[in-house]
T-cell receptor, first 114, second 117 residues
């Protein structure tokens, strides 16, 4: 079984401040972790993924995430948020390497105020 | 990256009619595609896995006779909502795993907003 928890429904930050969106996961095997962003009435856009290797993963639009195996976390971060980063963010996990089925967290709405 | 399209982007229909939604992989082949349903400000709920040349695999609680899936080719999967009712109104999103070099991630279509009157 696999699952993802995003403990915060909403995150509010001021433009220019650091942004963190939290994610913890549960899998029986090795995790493959993903972050996606969704703008209103749009599909999901891929931000970054962790498959193996360095725990710090850099992705699109200046986002990065750190895989922490001991804490089973994969928090999304951006050093300096922009108003345009306001969107719905989803963390997702996949357990089996050749099973593409993803489990999504509930999503976190990020609002960046000017 | 790989591109997935959906058609139509939005559809409004009367209760009792059937609606077909198409999902296409534009520049790659997809033997597997996924169909999700998303309620307002909620997460994605996986409905079914569409398999080219074979029957779709439905998640628990999803009515296969209600949501018909056909994966007729390596680039096209269709979801037909049969005898639609207002409770079927939702945002439907498809996805497909990318090509071998990026097989670990899925590429999502832009979604289809279904409104049943």
């Amino acid at each position: 079984a696999q699952s993802v928890a995003q403990p915060e429904d909403q995150v509010n930050v001021a433009e220019g401040n650091p942004l963190t969106v939290k994610c913890t996961y549960s899998v029986s095997g090795n995790p493959y972790l993903f972050w996606y962003v969704q703008y209103p009435n749009r599909g999901l856009q891929f931000l970054l993924k962790y498959i193996t290797g360095d725990n710090l993963v850099k992705g699109s639009y200046g986002f990065e995430a750190e895989f922490n195996k001991s804490q089973t976390s994969f928090h999304l971060k951006k050093p300096s948020a922009l108003v345009s980063d306001s969107a719905l963010y989803f963390c997702a996990v996949r357990d089996k390497r050749y099973d593409y089925k993803l489990s999504f967290g509930a999503g976190t709405t990020v609002t960046v105020r000017a | 990256g790989a591109v997935v399209s959906q058609h139509p982007s939005r559809v409004i229909c009367k209760s009792g009619t059937s609606v077909k939604i198409e999902c296409r992989s534009l520049d790659f082949q997809a033997t597997t595609m996924f169909w999700y349903r998303q309620f307002p400000k909620k997460s994605l709920m996986l409905m079914a896995t569409s398999n080219e040349g074979s029957k779709a695999t439905y998640e628990q609680g999803v009515e296969k006779d209600k949501f018909l899936i056909n994966h007729a080719s390596l680039t096209l999967s269709t979801l037909t909502v049969t005898s639609a009712h207002p409770e079927d109104s939702s945002f439907y999103i498809c996805s497909a795993p990318g090509q071998q070099s990026s097989y670990n991630e899925q590429f999502f279509g832009p979604g289809t907003r279904l409104t049943v009157l």
